[in-house]
């Protein structure tokens, strides 16, 4: 069996082939989202001045991870308020998300992909005192750095699907010897805690998912009942379709279809994963014969169907709806977040491929707060039923939001396990 060392170095060496193609990646990315085109050196290791040297490292990805650790950030904030703190993302909703939540009171640039000189040259430039990974955000170059330099790294809300996992293990040596290097791993069930052990990872604790510990405030509800009456939705039959791919679009609006002969002023709201693809996704809605328009250019009553295209106003467009289906779901992503919609009370359908949040769609579909639906047609028999029964309907949303009530004191526990790494070193910087 190949030691450690030679696991990193076949590593590094995969990487360096791979550089020139990385970029060519990147720029062809910036041609579909411009924002890709923008700090393009950030993600090499070229810092900004402005970030301070020292500071307490949050990496994050992309807007949904982000918005997951503004809780714990701002616990960090509080308790150590003469120390930086840095937020990095790998996406820019995820940049967008730590300036609208967190504004001057972080640093914040993108991380370096994980080439041995970017990494090395971002640790020169900041050296970080403390590392803090959020859910799987696995890296064995910027693990390894910190190792060298003595910075204190660990994973939080940390989750590993059974495919994830199985991933991990066919590069057994490299993982067992990147876990290995870890403080220790906050975990969100037990299940993630055996994957996790199985594959190397040590002070593994288990301490929930800080995702249920999501509020809704009085600006979400106020915003969602302005979109009500902006949109003159009241008395008519509203559905989501949220966090939707390509492929999957297609499918929900055959199920529209359906749901408009049954229901007298149906009306979807259809929010695309990514805003660059809204203007196609209201190509495809026009196609299927819907009178459609974009969420930005909505000024009066909302026509069959909305075409969501501005970031961060996804739980307000939840809180208009009557049921709400998740994607990522009936094609093979994994799915995505059901806890936002079960915030608003609503019936949640996801389709067959929730490996993302396996754990969290078998305890809503025990309480009969989830229905799995496989295509269009019994996406659009489930829409149907809920919004013609309103008592199935309202019990199931009440069911979503009890699980979330019974799983809070995740953030509690998070940040106790967070700031017992950052008490137990001097975060004074190299």
Not at 121 to 141: C, G, K
Request: overall charge neutral; aromatic content about 6%.
């Amino acid at each position: 069996m190949p030691s450690a060392r030679a696991n990193l170095i076949l590593y590094r060496l995969v990487l360096a082939i791979a550089y020139p193609f990385v970029r060519l990646r990147l720029m062809l990315r910036a041609r579909r989202e411009p924002a890709y085109a923008e700090r393009v050196e950030e993600r090499f290791g070229y810092v900004p001045a402005a970030i301070p040297r020292a500071p307490i490292w949050f990496h994050t990805v992309s807007a949904g991870e982000t918005i997951a650790a503004v809780p714990l950030i701002e616990a960090v904030l509080a308790h150590f308020p003469d120390r930086p703190v840095l937020v990095t993302t790998m996406t820019p909703t995820g940049s967008g998300e730590v300036i609208k939540r967190l504004g001057d009171r972080v640093s914040h640039c993108y991380a370096p992909y994980d080439f041995t000189r970017s990494v090395r040259r971002f640790y020169d430039r900041v050296a970080p005192s403390a590392l803090i990974l959020m859910e799987t955000e696995l890296w064995p170059n910027l693990i390894e750095c910190a190792r060298q330099r003595g910075v204190p790294a660990t994973l939080v809300n940390a989750r590993l699907s059974e495919r994830s996992a199985a991933g991990y293990a066919r590069v057994g040596g490299l993982t067992r010897d990147m876990l290995g290097k870890l403080y220790g791993i906050a975990c969100q069930t037990e299940a993630h805690r055996q994957r996790f052990e199985a594959l190397g990872g040590r002070n593994v604790q288990v301490v929930g998912s800080v995702k249920f510990d999501a509020e809704l405030g009085d600006a979400q509800r106020r915003a969602a009942a302005m979109l009500v009456d902006r949109w003159q939705l009241g008395g008519r039959n509203v559905w989501i379709a949220a966090s939707t791919h390509p492929g999957e679009e297609a499918l929900v609006l055959e199920a529209a279809r359906v749901v408009a002969d049954s229901q007298e002023s149906a009306c979807l709201i259809l929010v695309p994963r990514h805003p660059v693809r809204a203007l196609q996704v209201l190509a495809e809605a026009r196609e299927h014969g819907f009178s459609a328009i974009l969420q930005s250019e909505l000024t009066g009553a909302a026509p069959d169907v909305v075409v969501g295209d501005e970031m961060g106003t996804l739980l307000e467009l939840y809180g208009v709806a009557d049921v709400a289906f998740v994607g990522g779901s009936l094609v093979e992503r994994g799915g995505h977040n059901p806890i936002e919609p079960a915030l608003w009370a609503l019936p949640v359908l996801m389709g067959p491929h929730v490996f993302n949040f396996a754990d969290v769609a078998e305890a809503f579909r025990d309480a009969d707060a989830l229905e799995n639906v496989d295509g269009a047609a019994s996406l659009a028999r489930s829409v149907v039923r809920m919004l013609q029964d309103d008592a199935v309907r309202h019990a199931c949303g009440e069911a979503a939001l009890h699980i979330i009530v019974q799983r809070k004191g995740a953030l509690a526990r998070q940040t106790a396990f967070l700031l017992g790494m950052l008490e137990g070193q001097t975060g004074t910087g190299r």
